[in-house]
């Protein structure tokens, strides 16, 4: 079992930056494929960033060059650093860790862009 504790969501100004950070429990989070999801009001959940525990990784096209996915599997967190926010970055924030069959999901950090 893991459980998956978001943070660092929160109100910014469009251009602005934001870090979210996601503390995983147990051990097997190293093996995992971390990422972070988002869902916007009336959208379904999306891909934004994932990073394999090699340390590949995959963006959505609306985020490259903006946001950096980073992970220490030492410390069972990985962060999304988002820079240049715009507004249509509005959404709820969500980590995910995915091996095999296994699947989970943390509860949910919001983050509003102002324009």
């Known amino acids: 079992q893991v459980q998956l504790a978001e943070s660092g969501g929160g109100l910014v100004q469009a251009g602005g930056s934001l870090r979210l950070s996601c503390v995983a429990s147990?051990?097997?989070?190293?093996?995992?494929?971390a990422g972070w999801y988002c869902q916007a009001p009336g959208k379904q959940r999306e891909l934004v960033a994932t990073?394999?525990?090699?340390?590949?990784?995959n963006y959505a096209d609306s985020v490259k060059g903006r946001f950096t996915i980073s992970r220490d599997n030492a410390k069972n967190t990985v962060t999304l650093q988002m820079n240049s926010l715009k507004p249509e970055d509005t959404a709820v924030y969500y980590c995910?860790?995915?091996?095999?069959?296994?699947?989970?999901w943390g509860q949910g950090t919001q983050v509003t862009v102002s324009s």
């Open positions: 995910n860790a995915h091996w095999g069959l296994m699947n989970y």
């Open positions: 147990g051990r097997l989070f190293t093996f995992a494929v």
């Open positions: 990073m394999t525990s090699g340390g590949s990784t």
